[in-house]
């Protein structure tokens, strides 16, 4: 059978400490080990096929070939990713609905986009001009929202790069985030000299909204502080704003006047990150004042507290666990002056319910900027003021780890 190799003696594989002591099936020629791929090394054979049709039609696959497959994939498990497609620090890393793709900003021009399993980047998002806050994409993964320093916010086709329609402010645009539908996209701006912060809302689908600036919701903060995330924390028709002195609020886009629900006990500093639950019951706070909180998401009640030693510049909830993860360290001002086991870089696990601490994992050399949980539940991906990006994997300790009470 012409294309397929007969079997071999026990192998071992270079730099891999890795011995498979059962004969299997290989393709001819036998290739080189690749290089690494976006910080992991990648062997031929991880490519085996290991289904019928893809070996031969006539041939079916031997279970030693299964066994050797399953051994290699389990060596390539818990193997962290370190993703270089930015030349500056992390802004947002967001994965999409399927977590099959992610999306990475930072404070150069050009979002990326990247498969999740090896980490291949696909492209990049070119059309700002300046750094890049903020980054959202549709539940369809058809449609994706950017927030620049260039005074934009842009509205691009996911798959093809162009964009769509651009809105530009007044200053600069500090967040984006796109609706359960994905057809409201919601931005504010950040306040300079007489220029008031403000949070919009714009129905994508009119293209007259964004044209003659006449969003669909418009509200101006009128105390002296910025915006610095927002979030639709309903399915279209609440938005949660966190502001950089501490106050969490809630508007309903029947009434631009007052906000419907508002928080200034849970956080004394800056809101650097507002994310919501995947089951959309909770949202999560993190904080520079060294704390994470966990609110209702049509109260803002506060249930929960996440103390850190450090300031909290990102934090997100596990979609299968009741688990948090807070990601922060040092302010990057001062991490010259800070070794890395007192910075406090790590990524660190919370129990949601007891508020303590069970583990954490390292990697970055500077603090952690944004964060994002895999919606499978066994991933978290991470972006630090380092310019990397990490996809960790968790181990089968994680996934076994049962709290004791």
């Known amino acids: 059978m012409e294309g397929l190799g007969t079997k071999q003696k026990p192998t071992s594989f270079a730099g891999e400490g890795l011995f498979v002591g059962v004969p299997m099936t290989i393709r001819k020629p036998r290739l080189p080990a690749t290089a690494p791929i976006a910080g992991f090394f990648r062997h031929p054979f991880f490519d085996i096929a290991t289904k019928e049709k893809e070996l031969c039609p006539a041939r079916k696959c031997t279970s030693e070939t299964k066994f050797c497959v399953e ?112 057809h409201l996209l919601a931005y504010t701006t950040q306040k300079m000299t007489k220029n008031p912060s403000v949070l919009c809302i714009v129905d994508t689908r009119d293209d007259q909204q964004i044209t003659a600036d006449c969003p669909l919701f418009r509200t101006h903060f009128e105390f002296d502080n910025s915006a610095t995330t927002c979030v639709f924390s309903g399915a279209t028709d609440i938005v949660t704003v966190g502001f950089e002195n501490g106050h969490i609020l809630q508007y309903e886009l029947k009434n631009n006047e007052v906000p419907s629900q508002s928080n200034d006990k849970a956080h004394r500093y800056a809101i650097t990150d507002l994310q919501l639950s995947p089951d959309g019951a909770f949202l999560i706070s993190s904080s520079k004042d060294k704390t994470a909180a966990l609110l ?107 709290y004791d009470y």
């Open 71 to 182: 051994i290699l994939a389990l060596q390539r498990k818990m193997r962290p990713l370190s993703l270089k497609g930015h030349d500056r620090a992390l802004t947002r890393v967001r994965f999409n609905r399927e977590g099959d793709l992610l999306i990475s900003a930072a404070k150069n021009k050009q979002p990326c986009l990247w498969y999740t399993e090896n980490g291949e980047r696909i492209g990049t998002y070119d059309g700002h001009n300046g750094v890049v806050w903020d980054v959202d994409v549709s539940w369809d993964t058809t449609r994706l929202g950017t927030a620049s320093g260039d005074n934009s916010v842009k509205f691009w086709d996911c798959e093809t790069g162009v964009v769509l329609n651009t809105i530009n402010t007044p200053t600069p645009a500090k967040s984006v985030n796109l609706s359960y539908s994905g």
């Open 296 to 402: 209702d998401v049509y109260t803002l009640e506060n249930l929960k507290q996440y103390r850190s030693e450090r300031p909290v510049n990102s934090a997100c909830i596990s979609p299968i666990r009741d688990h948090v993860c807070l990601g922060g360290g040092e302010d990057a001002m001062q991490v010259t002056q800070t070794a890395v086991s007192a910075g406090h870089f790590e990524a660190k696990l919370y129990h949601m319910v007891f508020e303590e601490e069970f583990a954490r994992f390292k990697g970055h050399f500077g603090p952690i900027n944004t964060m994002a949980w895999h919606p499978s539940g066994n991933i978290i991906a991470t972006g630090g003021e380092d310019g990397y990006v990490r996809v960790q994997e968790f181990d089968d300790d994680y996934l076994d780890f049962k």
